[in-house]
């Protein structure tokens, strides 16, 4: 947005005051980059199924150890120790490569 400012600026502004705007717009531009830069600089990408640990869905087919269950949208392949039948609300605990290990939610 500085960037932009700082063109707007150049050819708006009058005299020596277009080249000093300007350069107070690129010096705020690259002051933001670097902001963002340090900010999320360590983050990790949050993706794929260890997402789901903690969350709830629901059983779309039997998990008796093993089933299906529906969670976000999306039916994942799962297994249950306790059992759970279709309908009943479970809460992911862990995987097992791409098989979610799920128990019977508390409500």
């Known amino acids: 947005m500085f960037f932009v ?3 707007v600026l150049l050819v708006v502004l009058p005299g020596p005051w277009n080249v000093i705007g ?7 531009a690259f ?6 830069h340090r900010r999320v600089r360590h983050r ?3 993706v794929g199924v260890e997402t789901l640990i ?7 087919a039997r998990c008796s150890p ?3 269950v529906r969670i976000a949208g ?3 392949e799962a297994q249950c120790a306790a059992g759970a039948e279709v309908g009943d609300r479970v809460t992911v605990v862990g995987r097992e490569r791409l098989t979610l290990l799920v128990e019977p939610a508390a409500d």
């Open 5 to 7: 400012l700082a063109v």
């Open 22 to 28: 300007a350069g107070v717009s690129l010096l705020l």
């Open 31 to 36: 002051g933001e980059v670097a902001f963002w």
């Open 44 to 46: 990790t990408n949050v």
């Open 54 to 60: 903690g969350a709830t869905g629901i059983v779309s």
């Open 66 to 68: 093993t089933g299906q």
């Open 74 to 76: 999306e039916t994942w």
